[in-house]
């Protein structure tokens, strides 16, 4: 039987379907110039293809047994809480950095279990911050390394090296007290370009509503958001809720919110046994690198010149501290 030449893809000619120039193979086309091998590998294929459907659709009917339906919401919000004041207490701290999720912890430099704390927080893969102290309106007592409006350049950038060389794995940082020094421009103008040349972000703990820390920080392009709730000012699991739930409605009008929490013993049993049910309400509990990362641009409008200021001061991505897969 003549059968007609027919065009073959792969040598980009016509040939005739007995005699495949450059393989001295039998060349068999069906009805249509393709060869069977072909069809077979199509075939084979189409059957891969269905099985591997059939299997991952009974996969999904094992994990949702039928007459139950999922409680888990899709994610609306993200929210940050920071566990601040870590480094005191040794039992507290280990307690609040062995409850289950990403939360946060804020270590203030030059405290008996600073180190040891914020080697266990990253060992369970948390993030660290350093509460840095920073003086306050009212006269409190600054804890070791505190930082003050009369300090020179020199002495505050010292200050902030030791306390970064004080607590080991610290990718951020934010204020313990300082609701007088975050006012003081020259001051967090110092503050700021060491930390700008430490690769560090900043979160405002809002301990003065007049604070322009925040704004110093966008100033030197250093990533930057500001605290929302304060969970625990009130240590009493009563109060703690009703914080937690403004968190949480903060985070749903904004897309997040950034609480801030301390080891207190209410504190820690709270967390314990509400943080699992937050994707029942469709919020996702994340580092506050992330929401950092995420969302400081969004919020801030710059000048031509403060633009350009970013755009040269930003960290180089291969030797920064932030960690970025959080």
């Keep these: 039987m003549n059968h007609p030449a027919v065009w073959d893809p792969i040598s980009t000619q016509k040939v005739h379907p007995f ?23 199509y075939f084979l294929f189409i059957c891969l293809f269905l099985v591997t459907i059939t299997l991952f659709s009974r996969q999904v009917s ?8 999922s409680t888990k919401a899709p ?42 704390l914020a080697t ?3 060992t ?10 920073m003086e306050a309106t009212v006269r409190k007592q600054l804890d070791t390394g505190g930082l003050t409006v009369n300090q020179s350049k020199y002495e505050l950038k010292d200050l902030v090296n030791n306390s970064l060389t004080a ?10 007290m300082g609701s007088l020094l975050t006012t003081d421009r020259k001051a967090m103008e110092w503050i700021m370009e060491e930390a700008s040349s430490q690769q560090l972000f900043f979160v405002d703990s809002v301990t003065n509503a007049a604070s ?13 958001l500001r605290r929302d709730v304060f969970l625990d000012n009130s240590p009493s699991e009563e109060k703690i809720h009703q914080a937690f739930q403004q968190l949480l409605a903060k985070a749903k009008n904004n897309g997040y919110a950034i609480g801030i929490a301390h080891p207190h013993p209410a504190t820690i049993r709270y967390l314990s046994s509400h943080l699992d049910n937050l994707q029942e309400e469709g919020i996702e509990l994340v580092s506050v690198s992330k929401l950092v990362h995420a969302h400081w641009l969004s919020n801030r409008t710059f000048s031509n010149d403060n633009l350009l200021h970013l755009v040269s001061s930003l960290p180089t991505p291969l030797h ?6 959080q």
């Design 19 to 41: 005699n495949k120039p450059g393989l001295g193979l039998v060349y068999c086309p069906d009805a249509y110039g393709f060869p069977a091998s072909r069809f077979r590998t």
């Design 62 to 69: 094992a994990e949702t047994p039928p007459g139950k339906v």
């Design 75 to 116: 994610a609306i919000a993200q929210i940050a809480i920071i566990i601040d004041d870590i480094g005191y207490n040794r039992p507290a701290g280990e307690h609040i950095i062995n409850v289950p999720g990403a939360l946060t912890y804020a270590v203030i430099p030059f405290t008996p279990f600073a180190k040891k």
């Design 120 to 122: 266990l927080a990253h």
């Design 124 to 133: 369970k893969n948390k993030e660290v911050l350093l509460h840095l102290p």
């Design 167 to 176: 607590v080991p794995f610290v990718t951020g940082f934010n204020n313990h």
């Design 212 to 224: 322009i820390a925040g704004k110093v920080a966008s100033e030197h392009g250093i990533p930057n």
């Design 320 to 325: 920064t501290r932030f960690r970025f897969e």
